[in-house]
C-alpha cells in the first residue's frame, strides 16, 4: 500500500511503498541519491550497489514506485531544509510507472527565472514546482473557507448561466454564435448580475456563488480575459448591511486562513470617490503604512461614487441607441446602470443645461481597495422600474432600446421586488494579494498569456469549415 512521503517520519524502521516523480537525481561514486516528490513533500532516497543499475536510468521527472527501508538519518546528515530532512529511505525495489522527456523548465525552483511563454506553454509541468502547488492548494483551502463562511451565514449558492445575453458592466462581450438561431448570438457572462438579482425577485433572499466571468479586454497583471469572483446579493439591506458582510468574511478569512498576515485598521476605513481621487488620484488607494511589509494588509472602503460619468470623446463613445442632444451623449454610467441613485430619486432634465446636475447624483456603490487593488465592488440595487427607465433615457437611450436590453428586468420588478443589494469580490486578485504574488497568473491554474493566449491548448484557433457553416459564419479578411 502506498505511504504518503509527509509520514514516513513516523514509520522509522518500517517497510514501506512510495510513488512519485523523481525531483533531483545525484550521484556519489557507486551510489545514487535520488528525491522523491509526491503532493505532500519530498524524500531522499539512496540505492546501493545491488540497485546501481536500474537507478543509474532514472531521470528526473521520471514516474516511479519505490519500496524500500525507512531509515533515521545520522545527526550530522540531518538536512533541516525539507520536513523528511530526518529519514531517508534505502531502495529495495524500483519500478517505473512512466518515463519523462527532459524537462523543459526547471520544476525546482520558484520559477520566476524562467520566460512566461515557456511557463504557460508547458503549465501541466510548471505546475508542479511547489510555488503553484502551494498557490493552487490554498486557493482550494480559502475557497473551503469562503463556501463554509457564506453557507454558515445563510447565503444559498445558485449557479447561473454561462450562455447568456450582454450585460453592461462597461466591457466588450465574448460572443457565441447560435446554431438553432443563425444570425444571433449568447453572450457570456461579464458577471451574473442580472441573474441575482433575478434571484432576489425569486425570493432567495440571499444567495453567492463562485462565479467566473469574462470580459473581452486587455490583459494586465490583475486582470484575465475570464477571472473569478465571489459573487453575493442580499434583499432587505441597506449599505451597511452588505459591507458588514464584506468586512465580516475578509476579517474572518485572513485571521483563520492567514494568521501570518496583519489587518492594519478594523473596521475598515472609508473614504469617498471625490477625496480619493483627489488625495491619491486613483479610486482605489494604497493605504499600507509600511509598502516594503508583504504582510501588510490595508483595506479601504471607497464609497459614493457619481453615478453618471462624463465621457471625454462623445462621438467615440455614444452607446448603441443613444439618441438626442449632444449634451446627452456627453454622459454615460459611471459604473452599472443598476444602481440606486442616492435618494431614490434623479433629477428632470428639461433643458441642456441641466445636464449638469447629472454630475452631483451619486450612486449607492462601494469599492473594496486592498493595497491599491479594486478587490471588491457592489451596490444597493435600483429595484424601481420607472426610475431604472429614467436612468437611461436621461441619457437619451430610446425607450425601444431599454425595453429590449433590459425589458426582462422590469418586467420581473413588476411582479414584487425586494429590495436589494449586493458586491462581488474579485478572488483572483485577492488570492494573488494575499500569496505575495505579483499578478495573478500566479494564482490560476491555467491562465491565459498577457496578449490572452492559452499557449498550452493553442487557443485561441481555428476551426472546421464545418464548424463554421453550421453556425452560419463567414470569415471576412
Ligand atoms: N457585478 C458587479 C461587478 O462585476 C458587482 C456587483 O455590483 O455586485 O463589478
Not at 521527472?61 to 523528511?84: D, F, H, L, Y
Amino acid at each position: 500500500m502506498r505511504t504518503l512521503i509527509r509520514d514516513l517520519v513516523n514509520k522509522v524502521g518500517e517497510q514501506v511503498e512510495i510513488s512519485g516523480w523523481v525531483h533531483v537525481r545525484r550521484d556519489h561514486g557507486k551510489l545514487i541519491f535520488i528525491e522523491l516528490r509526491d503532493r505532500s513533500g519530498v524524500v531522499q532516497v539512496v540505492f546501493l550497489k545491488d540497485l546501481y543499475e536500474q537507478a543509474d536510468k532514472l531521470r528526473p521527472e521520471w514516474v516511479v514506485k519505490i519500496t524500500g527501508q525507512v531509515n533515521a538519518r545520522p545527526a550530522n546528515m540531518v538536512n533541516p531544509n525539507i520536513s523528511t530532512g530526518t529519514i531517508e529511505i534505502l531502495a529495495k525495489e524500483v519500478s517505473v510507472y512512466s518515463e519523462a522527456k527532459t524537462p523543459p523548465i526547471a520544476v525546482d525552483t520558484d520559477g520566476s527565472e524562467i520566460g512566461e511563454e515557456a511557463r504557460m506553454k508547458y503549465r501541466y509541468v510548471d505546475l508542479r514546482r511547489a510555488r503553484m502547488q502551494r498557490n493552487l492548494r490554498l486557493r482550494s483551502k480559502t475557497l473551503g473557507f469562503i463556501d463554509e463562511y457564506m453557507k454558515g451565514q445563510d447565503f444559498v449558492e445558485v449557479e447561473t448561466p454561462i450562455l447568456s445575453k450582454s450585460t453592461p458592466e462597461g466591457a466588450r462581450d465574448y460572443l457565441v454564435p447560435s446554431r438553432l438561431y443563425p444570425g444571433k448570438f449568447y453572450a457570456l457572462p461579464q458577471s451574473p448580475q442580472q441573474y441575482k438579482q433575478l434571484l432576489m425577485v425569486a425570493g432567495l433572499e440571499r444567495y453567492f456563488q463562485v462565479a467566473r466571468c469574462f470580459r473581452d479586454e486587455d490583459t494586465r497583471g490583475d486582470r484575465q480575459p475570464e477571472f473569478t469572483q465571489i459573487d453575493l446579493e442580499m434583499s432587505f439591506v441597506n449599505r451597511e448591511d452588505v459591507l458588514a458582510v464584506l468586512e465580516g468574511l475578509m476579517i474572518e478569512l485572513v485571521t483563520r486562513e492567514f494568521p501570518e498576515k496583519k489587518i492594519q485598521q478594523a473596521p475598515f476605513p472609508r473614504i469617498s470617490y471625490k477625496e480619493a481621487m483627489e488625495k491619491y488620484g486613483n479610486d482605489k488607494p494604497d493605504f499600507r503604512k509600511d509598502k516594503n511589509d508583504p504582510n501588510e494588509l490595508a483595506f479601504v472602503w471607497v464609497i459614493d461614487f457619481p453615478f453618471y460619468e462624463e465621457v471625454k470623446d462623445p462621438s467615440a463613445t455614444a452607446a448603441a441607441g443613444q439618441a438626442g442632444s449632444g449634451q446627452r451623449k456627453k454622459w454615460d454610467f459611471g459604473h452599472n446602470p443598476f444602481s440606486m441613485p442616492y435618494g431614490e430619486k434623479l433629477p428632470d432634465m428639461t433643458n441642456d443645461n441641466d445636464y449638469d446636475k447629472l454630475k452631483d447624483v451619486m450612486a449607492m456603490q462601494y469599492d473594496l481597495a486592498l493595497n491599491g487593488f479594486e478587490i471588491a465592488g457592489g451596490s444597493i440595487r435600483n429595484h424601481l422600474p420607472d426610475l431604472l427607465k429614467k436612468a437611461f433615457t436621461l441619457l437619451g437611450y430610446e425607450e425601444k432600446v431599454v425595453i429590449d436590453k433590459f425589458g426582462h428586468m422590469m418586467d420581473a420588478f413588476s411582479y414584487g421586488v425586494p429590495p436589494h443589494g449586493g458586491a462581488a469580490i474579485g478572488f483572483d486578485r485577492l488570492m494573488m494579494i494575499l500569496l505575495n504574488e505579483p499578478n495573478i497568473r500566479e494564482v490560476i491554474a491555467f491562465s491565459k498569456t498577457g496578449d490572452g493566449r492559452d499557449l498550452m491548448m493553442d487557443a485561441p484557433s481555428d476551426v472546421d469549415d464545418k464548424q463554421m457553416k453550421e453556425l452560419h459564419l463567414k470569415i471576412t479578411k
